[in-house]
């Protein structure tokens, strides 16, 4: 590879490390050029970019973004998605599109934030519901205990209105 071109993969690399939320690791070895091509395809409509890096490259664009830990998670021929709006969102859509093409693509690991996540976590990632859902589950839970709240608190009122509307009654009779 010419330095130039080595000099432009870094910087995009260095961008794209710079911009993601989350950078998932996977291992794309044994893969036709036919089912890469495929994984692309299914990607390139959504907010994820996929992309096989060399690993020296990345090493270099890591340094340069400040991300040094996603080497933790690079080992032998790898490929980056990058994600960079909700975190879990990138990783359901990558889980979801390795298993709609049927390509056997291995998820190693992915860098969210300063934290790297095993495999098995990713994949815990992406089964979780999407942001709005988990804020509107929140929102109910809230509402759930102020409604009971009201209850505890308005209960002895409506027990002091029985009790003293009885009393009348009793009264007028």
């Known amino acids: 590879m010419l330095r130039e071109k080595k000099t432009q993969i870094i910087d995009q ?3 794209r490390l710079s911009g993601s939320t989350i950078v998932i690791a996977t291992s794309y070895q044994g893969l036709s050029a036919r089912e890469m091509t495929e994984l692309r395809r299914a990607l390139a409509d959504t907010t994820v970019s996929y992309q096989v890096v060399k690993n020296t490259l990345t090493r270099f664009a890591a340094r340069r ?3 040094e830990q996603v080497m933790s998670i690079i080992d032998g021929p790898t ?3 990058f994600g960079y709006d909700d975190a879990a969102e990138a990783a359901k859509i990558l889980s979801q599109c390795i298993k709609s093409t049927g390509v056997a693509v291995e998820i190693k690991g992915a860098l969210l934030g ?3 996540l095993s495999a098995d976590e990713v994949i815990t990632l992406s089964r979780l519901p999407s942001r709005e859902i988990l804020i509107s589950q929140l929102v109910a839970q809230l509402q759930s205990t102020m409604r009971s709240l009201h209850n505890v608190l308005s209960f002895p009122l409506y027990g002091l209105g029985n009790v003293l509307q009885a009393r009348i009654q009793n009264l007028t009779e």
């Open 65 to 67: 973004s400040g991300k």
């Open 79 to 81: 490929a980056l998605a």
């Open 13 to 15: 690399l260095t961008d």
């Open 114 to 116: 300063e934290q790297t």
